[in-house]
Every structure is written in structure tokens, then in C-alpha cells.
């Protein structure tokens, strides 16, 4: 991850408050929208190799456990759902292995 940018510190009476405000927003968008290419990235190479994997199963269609892939083979798309089902059964199955603890 890369290094937060160093940021105009507004002083009273020094400076033109407005133009450091400008200033800091700016970096504030620009740190986000690096985030979120490199979230981008990461997303491409996992759908690719889910797709993959897929593919290499030769499934189209995979339920289980609250999650739900689909894949389209003609757009090389894939939908991924995953439900509350899911999440409740992984509180259940915490709760239950604190409870025999």
C-alpha cells in the first residue's frame, strides 16, 4: 500500500486557507482512486481465475453453503452471490466452538 501524502496544514492568518483545502481534497480523492485501481487489479486476476477454474471443472452453475457462481461462458462473465445464510452459519458455528470450549 502506498504511503498517505503529506498534507497543507491550514494555518490562521498564513496562507490562503481555501487553496490548502483544495489542495488536501485533491490528494484525498487521488489516494482513494489509487485504492480503488488497485482493488481493481486484484479483482481481474481473482474473476480470472475463478473463470478458470470453472472452466477447468467444467461447471457453469455452483450453489453451496449460501454462495452462488454463475458463469457465462460467451462474455467470459461470472456473478458471484454470497448470502446472509452464509454469515449466519459462520456465527452459529463460532458461537457453538465457544460454547464447548
Request: aromatic share 2%; proline share 2%.
Given at each position: ?72 461462458v ?26 464447548s470450549?
Amino acid at each position: 500500500m502506498k504511503k498517505k501524502l503529506p498534507r497543507q496544514k491550514i494555518i490562521p492568518g498564513i496562507g490562503d486557507a481555501k487553496i490548502a483545502a483544495i489542495e488536501n481534497a485533491a490528494l484525498d480523492y487521488a489516494e482513494l482512486r489509487d485504492k480503488r485501481q488497485e482493488l481493481t487489479t486484484q479483482e481481474v486476476e481473482l474473476k480470472t481465475n475463478l473463470i478458470t477454474l470453472l472452466k477447468k471443472k467444467g461447471i457453469t452453475e455452483y450453489k453451496r453453503n449460501g454462495i452462488s457462481v454463475i458463469l457465462t461462458v460467451e462474455k467470459e462473465k461470472v456473478t458471484v452471490r454470497v448470502t446472509e445464510k452464509e454469515e449466519n452459519l459462520s456465527v452459529e458455528v463460532d458461537s457453538e466452538s465457544q460454547e464447548s470450549a
